[in-house]
């Protein structure tokens, strides 16, 4: 005979198993919520991968820095527009932008003495024109500027580039500015010597773009961040000021030369 | 507590804001990305430019990613992480004398009044990685696609509906 349970156990036996089963739905529930986040999270961050490997294809593309460029005739050592001659014992490599007030400023104070030591033979001086400071003008002027640059020493020499390299300088134009435009620059390079039929259509075409943008890179992988730079014989020169500047490069110059 | 989730809201508002920004501004120039990379000299040259490609785009996707609400978890998680590295950075270009402009809003390079800025840099990156590491521990917060995408059952906390 079977025992008969009584009413009261009978409902505590039925409490019971419906607190099971609402374990196990909860469990479940559990578990479903958490293989729902993984694969939610699988999915948006493998999307998210895919687009930064993306843009960095692009940005790779977009970045030509070191693509094979065309340098100007009578470059020295790859970038640099050369004041004195090569076989100067000693070699001055000056990094600017022309957009650089700060170069502006060394430029305005070291031209005569930096002529002077090239003039007597001791010095090559190198300048390389980078192109870091595009942003700080409305027309890209730092790229116009050295891309024009290139072109006068490709058409005309080194002499006359010496001389349109300092005129622009001269008439360095405010930062934040248009810059001076294509024709004020080729008005400066003619003064200079240059002929105006053959530097016109490259100064437009910017035909040494690329040569400036290697350049860039070139100085940043040199281990510089800024302009004016400048080196003696390898030697990076430090400074706090223009005239500090130029001050340590005629010590440096003094020094190489007595060695 | 309501007070807590209006935290985490404002931090990710804040966080996700400043990596957009920053983003945005270095996206249009990645030779210049490169540069400010490099300027570091922290990296081996065979990376810098991927690292240089990367960085913009890996800070813009963590602020949006943290202005919507989608796996802030991990987002935090990531912008701590950038955080650290760019203290790191700033820090040992401090110690050992480079004056660059962080490069932190695009630009980057030369900068004769680095020793100036770097405290101020480095007061504002320990502000947002407290923020990141805030939003690591408490990651959820109105108005986030994660409340949707996660969690069924939404913190009624939030809402100030009663619990069941």
Not at chain 1, 69 to 93: L, Y
Not at chain 1, 133 to 142: K, N, V
């Amino acid at each position: 005979m079977t025992k008969k349970q009584s009413k009261a156990t009978q409902q505590a036996n039925m409490q019971r198993a419906s607190e099971r089963a609402a374990a196990i739905r909860a469990e479940y529930e559990r578990k479903e919520r958490r293989s729902r986040t993984l694969l939610v999270t699988a999915v948006v961050v493998g999307v998210l991968i895919l687009v930064v490997a993306i843009v960095v294809a692009v940005q790779a593309s977009r970045d030509t820095t070191g693509q094979t460029a065309a340098a100007p005739a009578g470059v020295a050592g790859g970038f640099g527009v050369p004041m004195g001659p090569a076989d100067a014992p000693v070699k001055v490599t000056v990094y600017e932008d022309f957009m650089c007030p700060y170069c502006g400023q060394f430029e305005k104070i070291s031209e005569d003495t930096l002529k002077k030591y090239a003039d007597s033979g001791d010095v090559q001086v190198r300048y390389h024109v980078v192109s870091f400071l595009d942003g700080s003008s409305t027309t890209d002027y730092s790229t116009r500027a050295a891309n024009a640059l290139g072109v006068v020493l490709d058409t005309a020499g080194p002499d006359v580039a010496i001389k349109f390299h300092n005129a622009l300088y001269a008439n360095q134009p405010q930062e934040g500015s248009a810059g001076l435009s294509d024709d004020q620059m080729i008005a400066l390079a003619v003064k200079a010597g240059a002929d105006k039929n053959a530097i016109s259509g490259p100064i437009a075409d910017l035909k040494f773009k690329q040569w400036v943008v290697n350049s860039t890179g070139n100085w940043s992988k040199s281990g510089f961040q800024g302009t004016p730079s400048v080196t003696v014989n390898g030697e990076t020169i430090k400074f706090k000021s223009a005239d500090d500047l130029l001050n340590n490069v005629e010590t440096a110059i003094q020094d190489a030369l007595a060695k | 507590m309501v007070s807590m989730a209006w935290i985490s809201f404002a931090a990710r508002v804040l966080v996700g804001g400043v990596w957009i920004v920053a983003g945005l501004l270095k996206l249009p120039d990645p030779a210049a990305s490169v540069r400010a990379v490099r300027a570091y000299r922290i990296l081996p040259e065979a990376i810098v430019p991927t690292v240089g490609y990367a960085l913009p785009i890996i800070e813009l996707l963590v602020g949006l990613t943290l202005i919507v609400g989608l796996l802030v978890r991990i987002g935090a998680l990531l912008s701590c992480l950038l955080f650290v590295a760019f203290i790191v950075g700033i820090s040992q270009a401090w110690a050992r004398g480079l004056q660059i402009d962080c490069g932190c809003f695009g630009g980057g390079g030369f900068d004769a009044r680095a020793n100036e800025k770097y405290p101020w840099e480095l007061a504002r990156d320990f502000g947002l990685l407290f923020a990141s590491l805030w939003l690591v521990w408490r990651p959820r917060a109105p108005w986030a696609l994660d409340n949707l995408l996660l969690h069924h059952d939404r913190d009624r906390t939030l809402t100030g509906e009663p619990s069941r």
